[in-house]
């Protein structure tokens, strides 16, 4: 994925769903606006940390990916956000 993503600060969507992604740079962390992040059907066993820091993000999905335990998703989410794991949501999971 090009830096230049980075440059996308209005973007409040972005599926990056089915790319065998192994991880998530950190410049997404910088997308203020983001409401949305679909990473479904990758190969990611973690999440950044970062996307914590996110203030409108209100939706991850990482269904399909190579996530282990519940500490390989638990970053902290703020009340109304939901993380969907395998078929089911897990919301205001922390």
Same mark, same amino acid.
């Given at each position: 994925m %090009? =830096?230049?993503i980075g440059i996308l600060q209005n973007l409040k969507? !972005?599926? !990056? $769903? $089915? #790319?065998? !992604? =192994? $991880?998530? %740079?950190?410049?997404?962390? $910088? @997308?203020? #606006? !983001?409401?949305? @992040?679909?990473?479904? /059907?990758?190969?990611?066993? /973690?999440?950044p940390i970062g996307l914590?820091? @996110?203030?409108? @993000?209100?939706?991850?999905?990482?269904r399909g990916n190579l996530l282990l335990n519940e500490r390989d998703y638990s970053i902290r989410v703020k009340k109304k956000q939901k993380i969907i794991v395998k078929q089911k949501s897990l919301d205001d999971f922390f």
């Open positions: %090009p =830096t230049s969507m !972005l599926n !990056l $769903s $089915s #790319n065998k !992604l =192994t $991880s998530i %740079p950190q410049i997404l962390c $910088s @997308l203020k #606006n !983001l409401e949305a @992040l679909y990473l479904n /059907n990758n190969r990611l066993k /973690n999440i914590q820091k @996110l203030p409108l @993000l209100k939706k991850i999905d990482v």
